[in-house]
């Protein structure tokens, strides 16, 4: 069967990366993937894979095997918005949506998906069970997309049926050739902060008539660290860190407030909370000594990705007669997030990392840069890998 999907799979290469580079020009960012959609749509028809609108600029195909009836159910998903980045490379399909980019490898991402379902389409006669595709919206941007899918009621319930909901992500720090897994935890919750303190500005020169927020939100900073450095369990990974202050004083002026945004990220769902009443709890009381209100939002953004054990160690036992044992890493912990936690709270999941860094060709910008690239040659794991995995997954 390999030596097959092989050919299969250099014969639908060349079109996956125009497919690729057609998502490269077009940029979207998230929950405005209209004209995406409507290109994702196209291709599908021009396959004859059925599919029905979900979560407004979103997806779900399917194929359906007849080679026998099964009720077995394997769950692709593919992200599909861009970021708010000025591409800064130089090629034939740069972006030509001005401040948008697809610097996280979405598109890549979308075209490997196009390409697994159209093989699989052509394949329907030699394997049972159906195959769904998810072209999923906005998982740049809390609440993400992922959410609405899962609340559309257009998946089927979760059951011994479904054998699981499988997604991968391109990785520069991976050379191209190269599949990255890791089974349980693999990456972090996240949720952001956004914090006003008000005090009373004037001048610089007369601070004892202010209430000064620079100074009150520098020591707030430095007092939330003790939230990581001291009640944190050292075991369990946790960051918080503050990104933007912005002040707009003067050399001789003090202003009247300012404004934080921050991150909060971990590993486990318990301390989650916990941490997250500390931060709150801090927020609220301590501009207060000082004689500063606040205003306070923490938006709850996605869970901690869990990848099922069961299911990866499977999934990757099939990823390495695939792409070769020498060719699969197993990966650490990464603290980013990813809306696809949701999917792997409600159904057997796997998250993977295909490599696409290659230093001969200078490639090797990290994700969410405006010189990020991608060596296309990845699409040789990615799309086989995926329709191998698949396929064995609905034999199971």
């Known amino acids: ?10 014969s639908v290469k060349d079109e996956a990366i125009l497919n690729r580079r057609h998502l490269h020009r077009f940029p979207e960012l998230s929950f405005q993937e ?12 021009s396959y004859d894979i059925a599919f029905e609108e979900v979560a407004d600029t979103g997806l779900i195909a399917k194929v359906v095997g007849r080679q026998s009836v099964s009720t077995n159910v394997v ?7 861009a970021l708010p980045i000025h591409e800064q490379n130089d090629t034939a399909f740069t972006s030509n949506n001005e401040g948008v980019m697809h610097a996280c490898g979405h598109d890549f991402h979308t075209a490997n998906l196009l ?13 049972s069970g159906t195959v769904i595709g998810i072209f999923q919206p906005a998982e740049e941007k809390i609440p993400g997309g992922a959410i609405s899918v899962l609340a559309s009621g257009k998946l089927p319930l979760p059951s011994e049926h479904v054998k699981g909901v499988i997604g991968l992500h391109v990785s520069p720090r991976l050379d191209v050739g190269k599949v990255g897994v890791r089974s349980g935890k693999f990456m972090a919750s996240s949720d952001e902060i956004y914090i006003t303190i008000k005090g009373r500005g004037g001048h610089g020169a007369q601070p004892h008539l202010n209430i000064d927020p620079v100074v009150i939100s520098a020591q707030l900073i430095l007092s939330l660290q003790q939230v990581v450095s001291r009640f944190a369990n050292p075991a369990v990974p946790s960051v918080l860190s503050f990104g933007k202050v912005i002040a707009n004083g003067a050399t001789n002026v003090i202003p009247g407030e300012v404004y934080i945004e921050g991150t909060f990220r971990t590993m486990d769902e318990n301390w989650r909370a916990q941490a997250l009443a500390l931060i709150e709890k801090q927020i609220k009381e301590l501009p207060g000594i000082y004689g500063a209100t606040v205003e306070l939002e923490i938006r709850r953004g996605y869970p901690v990705l869990i990848n099922d054990s069961r299911l990866t160690e499977v999934v990757s036992a099939y990823l390495q007669e695939y792409v070769s044992k020498e060719s699969f890493e197993h990966l650490d912990i990464w603290m980013a997030a990813e809306d696809f936690a949701y999917y792997s709270h409600s159904y057997p999941a796997l998250f993977y990392f295909i490599g696409v860094a290659n230093a001969q060709k200078g ?15 990845a699409f040789e794991q990615a799309i086989g890998g995926m329709v191998y995995s698949a396929l064995k997954m609905l034999e199971g």
């Not at 490639?363 to 991608?374: A, D, K, N, R």
Request: charged letters at 35%.
């Open 1 to 10: 069967m390999i030596e097959k999907l092989k050919q299969l799979v250099s």
């Open 34 to 45: 209209y004209e995406t959609s409507r290109y994702i749509k196209k291709v599908l028809q």
């Open 75 to 81: 769950i692709l998903r593919a992200d599909i918005d």
């Open 115 to 127: 390409a697994v379902l159209r093989i699989l389409k052509g394949m329907e006669d030699d394997f």
């Open 363 to 377: 490639i090797g910008s990290e994700l969410h840069t405006p010189t990020f690239q991608i060596d296309e040659d």
